[in-house]
C-alpha cells in the first residue's frame, strides 16, 4: 500500500513539473482584436519558456527550429503577436499598443494555465517583456532579454554609432535619403542592406524546417506603424519609448545576451546589467541580432545553462 502511495505522488510530482501538462501541438488563443496563433514544441518536465518573437510585425518562424533544441527539456512555446504571421491581421491602428501586445501575454498563460513560465524577449519583444516583468511577473521564473529594444533613445544611440563605422560612401547615402525622407529609393535599400549584412545575421538562408517560413509572412504595415522604414530609424509611435528604468524593478532572475555584432552594442546591454543586481550578460561570438540564425547551438546552450540555475530558485 506505501509502494502504490509512492508511486502515485511521484506521478503527481512529475505531472505538476512537466509543464503544467502542456503536450506539443498548435492552435489559436482569443486576445482583443482577433486571434492569435501558437505552438507548443517538447514536453519535458521543466517549466516551460515563451517565446515573445521580434518586429513590431515580424513572426516566431525563423526562430522555431533553433529555439526547439530546448524543447528536450521542457516544452517550448512559439506565439505570432496579433496583425502577423499565422495570427489574425486586423487593421484597427488602434489595436497597435504596447500593453495591448503585453496583454496577449495574459492571454496566453490564462489559456495554455501557466503558472510557472520562462519567458524570452527577443528586440521588439524585449519591450513586452520588459513591460510585463514589471507589472505582472508572478510566477515567471526568468526573464532573458535577447538583443532587446528597452529605451528608443539608447537604441538610435546605438546605430547611429554603427553606422559611423560603415564606409563614408554608405554613409553619405543613408543621411541624403534619410533627409529627403525617401527611404524607396534603390541606393538608400541598398545602403540599408549592408547595415543588415553587418548587424543582423550573416545567414542567407534560415536553418533547418525554414521552407515552412517562406509561407509566413510578417507585417510591414504595423512594423512602420509603430517603429519606421528600417532598423536604425525610427519614426512611428515608439519614437519616445523608453522604460528602460522598469529593470530596476526586476527581483527575478535575468539574462541579458547579445551577438558580437548586434543591433544592441554590448556596452549597452552592460548598461543594462548595472540596473538588475545579480543579472548576467552573455555575449554569443560571431553573431548579428539574429543569434538564433547565426549561432543556434551556442545560443541554445547559454539559455540552457541560465534556466536551469534558475530553476533551482
Known amino acids: 500500500m506505501n509502494k502504490i502511495l509512492l508511486i502515485g505522488l511521484s506521478i503527481l510530482c512529475i505531472s505538476k513539473a512537466s509543464g503544467q501538462g502542456l503536450k506539443p501541438g498548435e492552435g489559436y488563443i482569443n486576445v482583443q482584436g482577433g486571434r492569435i496563433w501558437y505552438r507548443i514544441v517538447g514536453s519535458g518536465n521543466k517549466p516551460p519558456l515563451l517565446l515573445i518573437h521580434g518586429g513590431p510585425g515580424s513572426t516566431s518562424c525563423s526562430g522555431i527550429p533553433g529555439y526547439s533544441l530546448l524543447a528536450d527539456e521542457r516544452p517550448v512555446i512559439f506565439y505570432d503577436q496579433l496583425g502577423t504571421g499565422r495570427s489574425d491581421r486586423p487593421t484597427d491602428t488602434t489595436l497597435w499598443h504596447v500593453e495591448r501586445f503585453t496583454d496577449e501575454v495574459d492571454s496566453i498563460r490564462k489559456a495554455l494555465h501557466l503558472k510557472e513560465l520562462h519567458i524570452l524577449g527577443h528586440s521588439w519583444g524585449g519591450v513586452i517583456l520588459l513591460e510585463y516583468m514589471a507589472k505582472r511577473s508572478k510566477g515567471v521564473k526568468s526573464a532573458i532579454f535577447e538583443g532587446p529594444l528597452l529605451s528608443t533613445p539608447l537604441w538610435v544611440r546605438d546605430a547611429d554609432l554603427l553606422l559611423k563605422s560603415m564606409p563614408r560612401a554608405l554613409q553619405d547615402t543613408i543621411s541624403k535619403y534619410e533627409s529627403l525622407r525617401f527611404y524607396d529609393a534603390p541606393s538608400y535599400r541598398a545602403a540599408t542592406d549592408s547595415f543588415y549584412a553587418r548587424h543582423l545575421t550573416t545567414k542567407k538562408r534560415l536553418i533547418v524546417g525554414s521552407d515552412e517560413c517562406d509561407t509566413v509572412k510578417g507585417n510591414e504595415v504595423v512594423y512602420k506603424y509603430m517603429w519606421g522604414p528600417t532598423e536604425f530609424r525610427c519614426t512611428g509611435t515608439l519614437i519616445d519609448y523608453d522604460h528602460s528604468a522598469y529593470l530596476r524593478t526586476i527581483t527575478e532572475p ?60
Open 254 to 313: 535575468v539574462l541579458f545576451i547579445a551577438g558580437q555584432f548586434d543591433e544592441v552594442r554590448q556596452e549597452t546591454m552592460y548598461e543594462f546589467q548595472k540596473m538588475v543586481p545579480g543579472s548576467k550578460v552573455v555575449i554569443t561570438p560571431e553573431a548579428g541580432h539574429m543569434q538564433i540564425l547565426d549561432q543556434p547551438l551556442f545560443l541554445t546552450n547559454e539559455i540552457r545553462i541560465f534556466m536551469k540555475g534558475a530553476d533551482r530558485n
